[in-house]
């Protein structure tokens, strides 16, 4: 195996890489002024808790990276609770 370098200002050569710092940017970055790094540090921290727990992915189905459970209608009201300071929210079912 060796490394191949991709060219500069190629985007297209690491589809992968640019599909999750693009939705880092649009989902989060582009709404919010960053402070300083130990600020940033912390709002990445939390977009990734969000990322892989809460938003859905089309890749699994519509699912989170780490499934969540199925709520039926008879478990309750739905509760939304913010995430990422308020940007995002996790919609649930409480009784």
Known sequence: MREVLIAPRAPWQNPFAERVI?????????????????????????????????RPHQSVHCDSPFAREV?????????ATPQVGGLHHRYQRVA
């Open 22 to 54: 693009g939705s880092i940017r649009r989902e989060c970055l582009d709404h919010v002024i960053v402070l300083g790094e130990r600020h940033l540090q912390r709002l990445l921290r939390r977009y990734l808790t969000y990322y892989n727990a809460t």
């Open 71 to 79: 709520q039926p209608p008879a478990s309750g009201r739905i509760v």
